[in-house]
C-alpha cells in the first residue's frame, strides 16, 4: 500500500513512546523529545540513541497530520529509516535477557555443611574467586576469596592451626550478610543493559547473581564478576550496532 511504511513508522514510533513514559513515568501529554532527554540518564539504548530519537519525534509530525477522524499520513518514510526505528523499538522494548545470552555459564558452589576446605579446594579448582554456598538446596550466601583470606588471615595471627580450623568449620559457620553488600541480586528479567550498568555504577561490585525472583533462597540461575564486562561490554558493541 502506499503508506505501508508510514504505518510501520508509526507503530513502533507509538511503542517506543509508550515505553519512555513507562521509564521516566511521564504524563500523556509529555513532549516526545522532552522524553528522550530526560531517560537518557535511566536507558543506555536511550542514551546511544538519543539524537535518532529526537530526529524520529520530528519526522513523525512529518509524516502523520491529525484530523477530526484521526491521524491521516501526508509522507511516507524511507525502508531504511523504518528498519532503522524498528530496530531501536527492538532494543528499548525487547532487550536482550542476560539469562539467555550468557545461559551457558557454569557456577561454582559448596554445601553450607561441608567443610571449608570444600570451599578452599572449589577455588581452586574452579580459578573463580567468588562461589555459592547451598543449604538444603537454597542459595545460603556466598564466600570470595577475599573474604576467606581474611578469615585465615586472623586464625593464623592468633596462632590457630588453620588445618583443623578448615577440617573442622562448614562453609555454612562463616557466612556473613554484610558480604551481600558487595554482591547484586537480580531476577530471570534481568536485561544485559542492566547488568552493565551495574557494574557501571557500583564499581567494587564483586559479581551480579540472576534468581528466578532475584531473592536470597533461591537456586543462582548466572554470577557474572567484573572478569566478565569485557564479554558484556564487547556482546552490547555488537548488539547495539548501527544499521545506518
Known amino acids: 500500500m502506499e503508506y505501508d511504511n508510514a504505518a ?35 536507558n543506555i539504548t536511550v542514551r546511544r540513541y538519543e539524537n535518532e530519537l529526537i530526529d524520529y519525534g520530528k519526522l513523525r509530525n512529518a509524516i502523520v497530520h491529525r484530523t477530526a477522524g484521526g491521524e491521516l499520513f501526508i509522507a511516507n518514510p524511507s525502508g531504511e529509516v523504518v528498519e532503522n526505528i524498528e ?13 539467555d545470552v550468557f545461559k551457558s555459564r557454569k557456577i561454582t558452589a559448596v554445601f553450607a555443611d561441608k567443610p571449608l576446605l570444600t570451599a578452599v579446594q572449589a577455588f581452586g579448582e574452579s580459578e573463580k574467586k567468588s562461589i555459592v554456598v547451598y543449604d538444603h538446596g537454597k542459595m545460603a550466601g556466598v564466600l570470595n576469596t577475599y573474604y576467606l583470606f581474611r578469615l585465615l588471615a586472623a586464625r593464623a595471627a592468633a596462632g590457630e592451626d588453620l588445618t583443623a580450623f578448615l577440617q573442622n568449620t562448614t562453609c555454612g559457620a562463616v557466612l556473613e550478610e554484610s558480604l551481600l553488600q558487595r554482591y547484586r541480586l537480580c531476577d530471570a528479567q534481568t536485561t544485559v543493559f542492566e547488568v552493565f550498568e551495574a557494574f557501571e555504577k557500583q564499581k567494587d561490585l564483586y559479581a551480579v547473581i540472576v534468581t528466578e525472583n532475584g531473592v536470597l533462597g533461591e537456586k543462582a540461575l548466572l554470577l557474572l564478576t567484573p572478569s566478565d564486562f569485557p564479554a558484556i561490554n564487547r556482546y552490547l558493541e555488537s548488539y547495539n550496532a548501527k544499521t545506518f
Open 8 to 42: 510501520r513508522f508509526l507503530k513502533s514510533y507509538n511503542k517506543i513512546e509508550s515505553q519512555l513514559k513507562i521509564l521516566y513515568g511521564g504524563s500523556p501529554t509529555q513532549n516526545f523529545t522532552d522524553l528522550v532527554k530526560r531517560c537518557t540518564d535511566r
Open 87 to 99: 530496530y531501536i523499538e527492538r532494543q528499548l522494548c525487547r532487550p536482550p535477557l542476560v539469562t
